[in-house]
């Protein structure tokens, strides 16, 4: 058994999680925040067989999309502060970020 941990945008979440039931598999949605942006973003759980990561990950691969976010860097505590131009930056964000995890056993009573 596998354990598929998916980061995504909020935007997405909706929709990735309604083509998972609709699939027949299971998830748990998490409101997880970014540590780079520090903006919200979604984390699902999703418990499945060895076989199908790869159909998981296709759906989660066509639900998910990358989009360009605005950035403005937080100001410097240092004595640099007055050089500092808080210019904002265009960052990429990712469709997901998706890892896979070896499940040692699962219960559920
Ligand atoms: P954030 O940490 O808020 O990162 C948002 C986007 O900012 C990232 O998109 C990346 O394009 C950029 N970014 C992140 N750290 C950066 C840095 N040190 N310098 C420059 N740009 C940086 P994604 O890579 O697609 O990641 C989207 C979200 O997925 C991340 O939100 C984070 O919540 C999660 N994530 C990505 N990689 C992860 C990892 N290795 N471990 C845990 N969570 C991860």
Sequence with gaps: MKMVIAVVQDKDSGRLSQQLVKKGFRA???ASTGGFLRAGNTTF????SDESVPEVIDII???CKSRKQMVTPVSPLSNAVDSFMPYPLEVQVGGAAVFVLDVGE????
């Design 106 to 109: 699962f219960h559920s009573f």
């Design 61 to 63: 691969s066509h639900n």
């Design 28 to 30: 748990t949605k998490l």
């Design 45 to 48: 759980l999703i418990g499945t």
